[in-house]
């Protein structure tokens, strides 16, 4: 079985500068995580008070991808709500070829209505609308991406249309970045992801609700019939600690309830950590993003390098 990759997220619209987030990767990067993700929003959720203010996902990844040199870098998940398909690739093809080929593209249909109405971003009131409008940009993104240099690019979509884009430039990695698309969504998200994703990601969900997300778009691969395989991931918000003193310490510095973490994610001591982590591999996932919500606590990420991630083989 391949060995579970552990990966970094982070929610910096709870509370982040980008020095913070620095610190945070950097220290991913020398403990051997495997990435550091970050979401893409612009308004804090629940209590939080979101000081200092959003930092932007793409200007985030920019400056990481010049101060880092190993960890992959990418977003759970991009909003097609926030950005236009065109202005994105570019943005996206740019921080990888600054990162030297490190990129992943995490890419969702937007979904949080009051971010948007904070910073003027139109949000569609239909979900149906949305959903067009991120499949079409997906279309449009990998397509430029796609184009051979010295071609041009044209879409006639209901929402988009692009004419004769020179579709420049291009990213390091070729044909792209790994596409990440993620969600539960029983029809559209699983043949959305087997036509364009590398990587299909299940977020903040029950092992046996995850393991049916994946088989449903194990068998949209499989209708669709692509060759090419693709990697089954999972989002779960991260509460180790040595002991249950320093568990509760943890749980109650993120504003959560320990039984609750336990019974809804990666909570424990790193043996429990460790079990939980392989329930979930069992179900088919070949990498965890885990959440960690107290950017001030790299004590907790060398805690889960140094005593999770050997166990995992």
């Known amino acids: 079985m391949e060995r579970m990759r552990l990966r970094i997220f982070t929610e910096p619209q709870q509370g982040a500068s980008y020095e913070t987030l ?16 970050r979401s893409d929003h612009f308004l804090r959720m629940g209590d939080a008070d979101g000081l200092p203010g959003p930092t932007d996902a793409w200007t985030t990844l920019a400056g990481l991808a010049r101060e880092t040199s190993r960890i992959r870098l990418g977003t759970l998940m991009t909003a097609a709500t926030f950005r236009y ?40 009131d239909s979900s149906r609308e949305r959903f067009e409008r991120y499949a079409e940009q997906l279309d449009i ?33 070729r044909p792209r970045p790994p596409v990440l698309v993620g969600g539960t969504g029983p029809r559209r998200t699983p043949r959305l992801a087997a036509a364009h994703a590398d990587e299909y990601n299940v977020p903040f969900s029950p092992v046996a609700e995850t393991s049916a997300a994946f088989e449903r778009t194990r068998s949209a691969v499989a209708d669709s019939g692509r060759s090419e395989p693709m990697v089954y991931s999972a989002a779960q918000v991260l509460c180790c600690g ?15 309830d320990v039984a609750e973490l336990k019974a809804n994610g990666l909570a424990g001591t790193p043996d429990e950590v460790t079990d939980r982590i392989g329930r979930f591999a069992e179900a088919g996932a070949q990498r965890m993003y885990l959440q960690v919500l107290d950017l001030s606590d790299l004590d907790h990420l060398e805690l889960v390098a140094t005593e999770v991630a050997p166990q995992l083989g």
């Open 141 to 173: 993104i990998t397509g430029l991406w796609a184009t051979p240099v010295g071609e041009g690019f044209s879409y006639d979509g209901s929402h988009y249309r692009l004419s004769e884009s020179p579709a420049l430039p291009k990213p390091e990695q």
């Open 22 to 37: 620095l610190r945070v990767a950097t220290a991913a990067e020398d403990l051997g995580y495997d990435a550091f993700f």
């Open 242 to 256: 040595r002991n249950d003193a320093e568990v509760s310490r943890r749980a109650e510095a993120i504003g959560r």
């Open 85 to 124: 398909p065109g202005p994105l690739a570019v943005s996206v093809a740019q921080v990888d070829q600054m990162s030297g080929g490190r990129v992943e593209f995490g890419f969702g249909a937007g979904w949080y209505a009051e971010e948007h109405a904070a910073y003027g971003i139109p949000f569609p």
